[in-house]
């Protein structure tokens, strides 16, 4: 085997193991609507976050392996995202082209968040995970400390409410079609467009509710007010209808775990 051909073979291995991280995230997408279901339903003895995905994993017969192979796909594909971010396109990649300076920075903030999950499954795995609210609320915490931190807070607010908005908005023109190669035919292509539309939108709302937890922390200088996921789905749940509110947001984000195994096989990666 030549050198090219030991590197574009090393570039495949590695798309394979970027396109299973896909995998994991419709898993744990898809976990956290049941959570989130199960918490509209009344049951409130798990956080609807990927904490309390991880932990629901990690009580399964197997859950310690599946642990371990979602540390190795949120590596792989965070790294994939990062040599995007910082060259334009993974080293040997044969086939892609450069990208926009606009879809490198996007591919540096999914670099960040598929690395922090691979931290946070590395966590579980060795039976050190504890509560995403409670990191956050930590985080918070310290940012709030330092020269300037409640300004700090509010802009990270003001970002996840953006990157909430985005969501919604791609979901609602159906934007993420863009980052498919195809479309499964008949009946499932339809499936896989309104499993995206429903399943951004979902996503969307939830980020935005996080964002504006955190505005509110840094306004009241009280960084318990900021909160994950679980926090923000809580939150949701006490407002009028909320528990209809939470219920479609749930199955909004189980629709987004299907669309994700859909873009495991078809995305552009």
Same mark, same amino acid.
């Given at each position: 085997?030549?050198?090219?051909?030991?590197?574009?073979?090393?570039?495949?291995?590695?798309?394979?193991?970027?396109?299973?991280?896909?995998?994991?995230?419709?898993?744990?997408?898809?976990?956290?609507?049941?959570?989130?279901?199960?918490?509209?339903? !009344?049951?409130?003895?798990?956080?609807?976050?990927? $904490?309390?995905?991880?932990?629901?994993?990690?009580?399964?017969?197997?859950?310690?392996?599946?642990?371990?192979?979602?540390?190795?796909?949120?590596?792989?594909?965070?790294?994939?995202?990062?040599? +995007?971010?910082?060259?334009?396109?993974?080293?040997?990649?044969?086939?892609?082209?450069?990208? $926009? =300076? %606009?879809?490198?920075?996007?591919?540096?903030?999914?670099?960040? &968040?598929?690395?922090?999950?691979?931290?946070? @499954?590395?966590?579980?795995?060795?039976?050190?995970?504890? @509560?995403?609210?409670?990191?956050? =609320?930590?985080?918070?915490?310290?940012?709030?400390?330092?020269?300037?931190?409640?300004?700090?807070?509010?802009?990270?607010?003001?970002?996840?409410?953006?990157?909430?908005?985005?969501?919604?908005?791609?979901?609602?023109?159906?934007?993420?079609?863009?980052?498919?190669? !195809?479309?499964? %035919?008949?009946?499932?292509?339809?499936?896989?467009?309104?499993? %995206?539309?429903?399943?951004?939108?979902?996503?969307?709302?939830?980020?935005? +509710?996080?964002?504006?937890?955190?505005?509110?922390?840094?306004?009241?200088?009280?960084?318990?007010?900021? !909160?994950?996921?679980?926090?923000?789905?809580?939150?949701?749940?006490?407002?009028?209808? !909320?528990?209809?509110?939470?219920?479609?947001?749930?199955?909004?984000?189980?629709?987004?775990?299907?669309? @994700?195994?859909?873009?495991?096989?078809?995305?552009? &990666?």
């Amino acid at each position: 085997m030549t050198t090219q051909q030991a590197t574009a073979h090393a570039a495949r291995s590695w798309e394979v193991a970027a396109r299973l991280g896909y995998v994991v995230s419709g898993v744990l997408h898809a976990l956290i609507g049941l959570l989130a279901l199960r918490l509209a339903l !009344g049951d409130t003895s798990q956080e609807a976050d990927q $904490s309390g995905a991880l932990q629901t994993v990690a009580q399964t017969p197997f859950g310690a392996v599946v642990l371990w192979f979602a540390v190795v796909a949120f590596a792989a594909l965070g790294a994939w995202q990062a040599a +995007i971010a910082l060259r334009g396109r993974p080293g040997g990649s044969p086939g892609l082209g450069e990208r $926009s =300076t %606009g879809d490198r920075a996007k591919a540096g903030g999914k670099a960040v &968040v598929y690395l922090a999950l691979a931290a946070t @499954s590395y966590a579980f795995a060795t039976g050190g995970g504890k @509560s995403s609210d409670q990191q956050t =609320t930590d985080t918070t915490t310290r940012l709030m400390q330092a020269p300037g931190g409640r300004v700090l807070v509010g802009a990270v607010g003001v970002a996840v409410v953006v990157v909430g908005v985005y969501h919604v908005v791609k979901g609602a023109r159906q934007k993420f079609l863009e980052d498919l190669r !195809g479309l499964p %035919g008949g009946r499932a292509g339809t499936a896989v467009r309104w499993s %995206g539309m429903v399943g951004y939108v979902a996503k969307g709302v939830a980020l935005a +509710i996080v964002g504006v937890l955190f505005v509110l922390a840094a306004w009241h200088a009280n960084p318990q007010e900021a !909160g994950g996921i679980d926090t923000a789905l809580r939150t949701l749940q006490r407002q009028p209808a !909320g528990d209809l509110l939470l219920a479609l947001v749930a199955v909004g984000l189980m629709a987004f775990g299907v669309y @994700s195994f859909v873009r495991a096989r078809f995305g552009k &990666v």
